[in-house]
């Protein structure tokens, strides 16, 4: 019997019929059944006239499976069986909602989410991704955002390795909105859009295409890498969002098929949503109600702003995905959105560290851990990138490649501290007005308490040479002076009571304060 690993994927493929659009024309169905578990999936046409359906088994023991459906005239019912057996070291299945504004894995482990972007390095030469996967492995980073669909934008005028769809008559184009894009596209300032027609069938995936999409998920998911996965956006030069609602409708339940197994996949309905204009609220609405009833295994789900937020209220959505939309507060507001929408916030963009010449691509790396802090000590989550100036225009924000900032060793030292947290969350707590105070614990009411025998103090870019203390009189407390730049952490003994410590008189500090048991 075929052995596959809890949380892991498993494949079911068989030959089946290739006449007419078998994209389109023909449907696999598999039903996987356990003692605890019952569940169909949709399979997908791969070419060559080769159908699949993958499952991720969420239980260990005996699972037994039919294959159904109209693809093949000699397959009406097929079974099989397998074994799901223990995970493996660093396999904690796939992130989710924990207590309704926090994050963790399906193991129970906590789940920081400490991202990184890079839009379009799937789309890159094939060495520079390979370049950019071993960076990966010695970062701090444990999820990815990129797209699905090329990117056409400051920086990023070739043309991709692949094309998603097939060249075909323009199947699946809507001619109106063909007519709307060409006066109303979102077009950075500068930037030449050349009159193409591509002439792709928005109903022929490209399968090359999807199935280097495979392959990156697969090797992000042996890392323990999220790939939050970005299903739309407006740096179009292709028409890709001209396809009509069928075709938009269709490519994202195939996606969703095809990718959906993967303990690490988050959906992204869109980044910046807003910018597309050729989509109305009641597309996108429509668009996460298609992706939310394709999504058996519940995976993460949400969609991403460039100006005002979306209603994260609604149902579909699992959590909040932000970009922030001032210029000078961003994750200040991290505490104000989890009172208000009641689920976990993840900064997906708060400007990157670089030098370019656009006011999102040029805070400082100290800028940017500021904020991380500021983030999680209020109980979010954050994400980083890097824009810095290159002679061959190769940026980590959209190409990967190499890591050349400061940054990336600052949140490393960070996301060592938040795993130590006991009980795994920290939740914004009462401070003095010049400090941002996390305690362990979390604050929704429903299973977890507030610790307040374990607290960091967030100084940012207050810089006191001194601090008082106001501890319980009762219990000793260890206190410890975290340098948040310079990663160090520096004893400052055991205290009790009111108390007044000395301080270094530098920005960026943080104290960390335990209680002796």
Known sequence: MQKIEKWGVFEVSSK???????????????????????????????????YRARFMPSHEGKYTYTIQGNFSDDIKEKEGD???????????????????????????????????????????????????????????FNKIRFCFFPKFYEFNTKEPLTYPFERGNGEGLDPELVRKEK?????????????????????????????????????LMEMGIEADMILMHPYDKWGINEMDKDACDWYLKYVTARYGAYRNVWWSIANEFDFIRTKTLDDWERYGQVVSANNPFHKLLSVHNGGP???????????????????????????????????????DEICYEGN?????????????????????????????GETYVDPEDILWWSHGGVLKGESPARLQFLHDILKEVPGGYLSMGCGIFDEVVGYAG????????????????????????????????????????????NMTITPLGIKRGLCTIEMPGKQYMALRIRKVK
């Open 82 to 140: 397998f074994e799901a057996v223990a995970p493996s070291e660093g396999n904690h299945g796939p992130v989710v909602v924990v207590d309704k504004i926090h994050l963790g894995y399906a193991d129970k482990t906590p789940y920081y989410s400490v991202g990184t972007t890079c839009y379009a390095w799937v789309n890159q030469p094939l060495e520079r991704q390979e370049q950019t996967l071993e960076t990966l492995k010695n970062s701090p």
């Open 442 to 485: 979390g604050h929704s009411g429903e299973g977890m308490e507030i610790c307040y025998d374990y607290s960091i103090h967030y100084l940012g870019i207050c810089r006191p040479a001194y601090r008082m203390l106001i501890l319980s009189d009762d219990a000793d407390y260890e206190v410890e002076l975290i340098d948040t730049w």
């Open 356 to 384: 370019i010449g656009l006011g999102w691509g040029n805070i400082t790396g100290e800028e940017l851990v500021r904020r991380f802090w500021e983030g999680f000590m209020r109980g979010g989550h954050c994400g980083h």
């Open 309 to 347: 937020f979306y209603d994260f209220s609604k149902d579909w959505i699992t959590h909040c995905s932000l970009q922030r939309v001032d210029f000078y507060k961003t994750t200040e507001v991290t505490d104000e959105l989890l009172e208000k929408y009641q689920k976990p916030v993840v900064w």
């Open 183 to 219: 006066t109303d596209r979102f077009v950075f300032p500068g930037m030449k859009v050349t009159e193409q027609d591509y002439g792709f069938d928005y109903t022929r995936p490209n399968v090359e295409h999807f199935k280097r999409y495979d392959l990156r998920i697969a090797q």
């Open 16 to 50: 089946g019929k290739s006449d007419g659009n078998p994209f389109r024309d023909y449907a696999m169905t598999v039903t996987f059944k356990s003692d605890k578990e019952q569940m169909t999936v949709s399979g997908f046409y791969d070419g060559d006239g080769v």
